[in-house]
């Protein structure tokens, strides 16, 4: 059984940062973040493979957000920068053993953390 746990998460005014990291317990896995806002569904937002040299993210992040990891730590960041209220939601990291790259796609993912609240104040 795989374990995540997310921390990192908080408020913040727009234009600011924010560092999430996700511990993974087991061996690296291609690994994704997505968030889900009130009233919304679960999106994207970016995944790393399994060496991370393979990246990806929604369009609406890119640019701004930055994903890595540390295997050596078993742990994965995703970097926000330039943060907007629109981004504003519950970030939930994600493992996918079953790959070596990440995917868009969540029924990909067969482990999930409890989630963490980030919050961009206007």
């Known amino acids: 059984q795989v374990q995540l746990v997310e921390s990192g998460g908080g408020l913040v005014q727009a234009g600011g940062s924010l560092r999430l990291s996700c511990a993974a317990s087991g061996r690296a896995f291609s690994m994704g973040w997505f968030r889900q806002a009130p009233g919304k569904e679960r999106e994207f937002v970016a995944a790393?493979?399994?060496?991370?040299?393979?990246?990806s993210y929604a369009d609406s992040v890119r640019g701004r957000f930055t994903v890595s990891r540390d295997n050596a730590q078993n742990t994965v960041y995703l970097q926000m920068n330039s943060l907007k209220p629109e981004d504003t939601a519950v970030y939930y990291c994600?493992?996918?053993?079953?790959?070596?790259?990440?995917?868009?796609?969540?029924?990909?993912?067969?482990?999930w953390g409890q989630g963490t609240q980030v919050t961009v104040s206007s």
């Open positions: 790393l493979s399994r060496s991370g040299c393979s990246t």
């Open positions: 994600a493992a996918a053993p079953r790959l070596y790259s990440g995917s868009y796609y969540s029924h990909n993912y067969d482990y």
